[in-house]
């Protein structure tokens, strides 16, 4: 069953395009039918759709703006157009703005319009699963590299202006390495996806987890009011990879070294507080691991020293 919300106007119009839909013999569709884009949006926060049917002329919405708004309260969400008049101008704009087809009334066919809808569904999942495979570690779902920079210039940004402090916490992962070696890649993949879970169950829904590559990972913290508390999180995230891991038949014992910088305690571009983390957790690796460290400037040592008398 295929759930579409069809907006249209002309009661004649909607009755026209119902039957159609109707002689499709391979799939059945469940339709809801409003008459304006007010009544779009009241089912569109209440019910779940596969697709929208969208005329392009409504009592309070009217040409590419009205597709606009349709698109950016589900953008998810594929629309296909169903207009009177057959303008390729007005066709093309619609594919640019995110319509997945164009189709006027007056040639309409259920073979057309049914596999157009078809289409129109698979061609928005195969789009979402492009971007989330561009976004998202394969592996372990988490951030990967690209949207982890982007997650943390609007992190930064939004930082400087709410004045706000930010902590950026690098890890890598300690004695990981043996388990690759000793008992192969397939073990190792399946301990990184459990480490993955650990280090999602310690920071909060709004903080960024990321996959950087190999056993190397970063955490965006927002909002920290204190030093104190990200190195509370810090010392979390240590605990919780101390656990055992139990993978398959084997109980695996690795650690973790953090290392962490702050902004805008430190007012760098992205790639220097990227930087001063990785400063910082070389440092605590060369303690022996199992600790996390802070980067510490000219500026920022006396402050650090004051907090952080000892991090072991």
């Known amino acids: 069953m295929i759930r579409l919300l069809l907006v249209e106007d002309d009661n004649v119009d909607a009755l026209l395009t119902k039957d159609l839909l109707a002689e499709w013999s391979l799939e059945q569709f469940d339709i809801t039918h409003v008459t304006r884009l007010s009544e779009a949006f009241a089912c569109l926060t209440n019910r779940q759709y596969d697709a929208i049917l969208l005329d392009l002329s409504l009592p309070?919405?009217?040409?590419i703006p009205a597709l606009k708004q349709v698109q950016a309260l589900c953008p998810t969400l594929p629309i296909i157009v169903l207009s009177?008049?057959?303008?390729?101008?007005?066709a093309l704009q619609a594919v640019q703005h995110g319509a997945q087809d164009y189709l006027a009334?007056?040639?309409?066919?259920?073979?057309l319009l049914a596999r157009s809808i078809r289409y129109a569904i698979e061609r928005k999942r195969a789009e979402e699963r492009m971007t989330y495979l561009a976004q998202y570690d394969q592996l372990t779902g988490l951030v990967n590299r690209t949207l982890f920079r982007d997650r943390l210039l609007q992190a930064m940004a939004r930082s400087k202006r709410l004045?706000?402090?930010l902590g950026l916490l690098l890890l890598d992962l300690d004695r990981f390495k043996a388990v690759n070696d000793t008992l192969g890649h397939g073990t190792g993949d399946l301990l990184l996806k459990l480490v993955a879970d650990r280090l999602r169950a310690c920071v909060r829904e709004v903080d960024t987890v990321a996959r950087m590559g190999g056993d190397e990972f970063t955490i965006i913290l927002e909002g920290c009011t204190t030093p104190d508390g990200v190195a509370a999180i810090a010392k979390r995230i240590?605990?919780?990879i101390l656990e055992p891991f139990v993978v398959g038949e084997h109980q695996l014992s690795i650690g973790v070294s953090i290392g962490?910088?702050?902004s805008p305690l430190q007012d760098h571009d992205a790639d220097?507080?990227?930087?001063?983390?990785?400063?910082a957790m070389y440092k605590a690796k060369e303690q022996g691991g199992n600790t996390f460290q802070f980067y510490e400037s000219a500026s920022t040592a006396?402050?650090?020293q004051l907090l952080f008398p000892s991090h072991d």
């Not at 309070?60 to 040409?63: I, T």
Request: hydrophobic fraction near 30%; aromatic fraction near 2%; charged fraction near 25%.
């Open 84 to 90: 009177s008049v057959t303008d390729q101008t007005l």
């Open 105 to 111: 009334k007056n040639q309409g066919h259920p073979d």
């Open 163 to 165: 004045r706000r402090p």
């Open 60 to 63: 309070d919405a009217y040409g």
């Open 260 to 262: 962490i910088s702050l």
């Open 238 to 240: 240590i605990e919780a």
């Open 272 to 279: 220097e507080l990227l930087k001063h983390a990785d400063l």
């Open 302 to 304: 006396p402050l650090n």
